[in-house]
């Protein structure tokens, strides 16, 4: 589908052949491919890309292919009409010299699109988003080099301590900073490593001197907490519920037990009864050490 898209630009500005494409399938091809080589990029500079400013720059040239490649340089659009051309051209059939005398007129038929696809083609035709994948790298070193010299700072929750108390509490905090939460030592999920197309969001929050994990940064590692109670994967619910509704521990399920905003080091097995169905109804996520 994606060649056919390039064929179609390539048809469009060369105005040699008319290649009609699903316009709908196209958009959701090449809007896959630019979210996984986006997820790529943030991995690579290991910073958060905001989903709706990839998604917002992507409709925005998505939108301006056509008019990106044909107002682009002459060696792009030279690259970009001479396989189309040569593509177009497969479709008219060779003729002995006697037939051509007869009739002039040529007939252009059916045939084969190549197998081996021009590596050169497809990369001047997608050029513009060479662009934008080039936007995004640069928004995510320029976010990198802000949290390099804008570190993130501690927050400090209570409202009632004094100043004094405050002062010590945020000298703590800082001597935390570099430790893991019990949350992120129990379940493995690191917050400081998670990347990848999401908002951006604060790690931890500092309260009298403590670390915990924020509630953003629990729900996007994947777990969410039952009724005060349990912490437990998101992926995990479904067996959970089907555990309770069939009275079988038919897989092996582990949650950690959460008491007030401490998350107990040992995970437990699921039984049926570990659960009741109003735990399972009230789910929530809050700030944990």
């Known amino acids: 589908?994606?060649?056919?898209?390039?064929?179609?630009?390539?048809?469009?500005?060369?105005?040699?052949?008319?290649?009609?494409?699903?316009?709908?399938?196209?958009?959701a091809d090449v809007l896959v491919v630019y979210l996984s080589l986006v997820g790529l990029l943030s991995s690579l500079f290991r910073e958060r890309i905001d989903p709706s400013v990839a998604i917002f720059l992507f409709e925005v040239i998505y939108s301006k292919h056509l008019s990106l490649v044909a107002s682009a340089s002459a060696v792009i659009r030279k690259e970009v009409v001479k396989y189309s051309d040569i593509v177009f051209r497969l479709g008219v059939p060779k003729v002995s010299s006697?037939?051509?005398?007869m009739a002039p007129l040529r007939l252009w038929t059916a045939f084969q699109i190549p197998l081996?696809?021009?590596?050169?083609?497809?990369?001047?035709?997608?050029f513009p988003y060479a662009?934008?994948?080039?936007?995004?790298?640069?928004?995510a070193l320029l976010h990198?080099?802000?949290?390099?010299?804008?570190?993130?700072?501690?927050?400090?929750?209570?409202?009632?301590?004094s100043r004094e108390r405050s002062s010590i509490s945020e000298k703590t905090a800082f001597d935390l900073k570099g430790n893991l939460t019990n949350f992120e030592i129990s379940t493995g999920a690191e917050l400081q490593t998670r990347f990848g197309i999401i908002s951006d969001y604060s790690n931890y929050v500092y309260?009298?001197?403590m670390k915990f994990a924020s509630a953003d940064g629990v729900y996007c590692s994947g777990y969410v907490i039952a009724n005060g109670k349990m912490l437990v994967s998101i992926k995990h619910?479904?067996?959970?519920?089907?555990?309770?509704?069939?009275r079988?521990?038919?897989?092996?399920?582990?949650?950690?037990?959460?008491?007030?905003?401490?998350?107990k080091d040992t995970a437990r097995l699921v039984y049926p009864e570990t659960f009741t169905w109003s735990d399972l109804w009230h789910l929530n996520v809050t700030v944990l050490l």
């Open 1 to 27: 589908m994606l060649f056919e898209f390039c064929m179609s630009i390539g048809g469009q500005i060369s105005k040699t052949q008319i290649v009609r494409v699903h316009t709908e399938l196209v958009h």
């Open 98 to 101: 006697a037939v051509a005398k």
């Open 116 to 126: 081996a696809k021009d590596g050169t083609f497809l990369l001047a035709s997608f």
């Open 131 to 139: 662009i934008l994948l080039s936007i995004i790298a640069g928004f």
């Open 144 to 161: 990198k080099i802000y949290r390099h010299f804008y570190p993130e700072k501690n927050r400090q929750r209570s409202s009632v301590m």
């Open 207 to 209: 309260f009298k001197g």
């Open 237 to 246: 619910l479904l067996s959970v519920v089907m555990i309770k509704a069939t």
């Open 248 to 263: 079988s521990r038919f897989a092996n399920v582990y949650v950690y037990e959460v008491e007030g905003n401490t998350v």
